[in-house]
C-alpha cells in the first residue's frame, strides 16, 4: 500500500511558476513509475507527466513539454513537478499517482494504482 500527499499548489499569475511536491509513503517508492495528472472543471482528467522507476526517464504531454519538469528524489520518497511559464489553461487541480506494475512510464490513469487527493493550482491571467 502506498500513500501520496500532494503539496506546493496555489494562486500565481500567468508567466508565473510553482512546484508541486508529492510525498510517499512506503519503503518501495524507488520501484513505483510516478505520474502527475489534472483535472479542470466539467473536463476528463488528463496526463501531464510521468517518470520511470529506474534511470529516471520522462515523459510529457505535449501541452506542458517544454514547460514542465517531473523529477523524483527516491532517498525523499517524492516526486516534484516543476511548473514554469504558467497559462491560465494550466488551470486544474493536480494529481499525483504511482504505478507499482509492470509499466515503464504509464501515460493512461488506468495504469496506476495509486492516488494522491490532489492539489488546486489555479493561474491567473
Known amino acids: 500500500q502506498v500513500q501520496l500527499v500532494e503539496s506546493g499548489g496555489g494562486l500565481v499569475q500567468a508567466g508565473g511558476s510553482l512546484r508541486l511536491s508529492c510525498a510517499a509513503s512506503?519503503?518501495?517508492?524507488?520501484?513505483?513509475?510516478m505520474g502527475w495528472f489534472r483535472q479542470a472543471p466539467g473536463k476528463e482528467r488528463e496526463f501531464v507527466a510521468a517518470?520511470?522507476?529506474?534511470?529516471?526517464?520522462?515523459y510529457y504531454a505535449d501541452s506542458v513539454k517544454g514547460r514542465f519538469t517531473i523529477s523524483r528524489d527516491n532517498a525523499k520518497n517524492t516526486v516534484y513537478l516543476q511548473m514554469n511559464s504558467l497559462k491560465p489553461e494550466d488551470t486544474a487541480v493536480y494529481y499525483c499517482?504511482?504505478?507499482?506494475?509492470?509499466?515503464?512510464?504509464?501515460?493512461?490513469?488506468?495504469?496506476?494504482?495509486?492516488w494522491g487527493q490532489g492539489t488546486q493550482v489555479t493561474v491567473s491571467s
Open positions: 499517482a504511482a504505478d507499482g506494475g509492470v509499466h515503464y512510464i504509464p501515460v493512461f490513469a488506468y495504469q496506476y494504482d495509486y
Open positions: 517518470i520511470s522507476w529506474s534511470e529516471g526517464s520522462t
Open positions: 512506503g519503503r518501495t517508492f524507488s520501484s513505483y513509475a
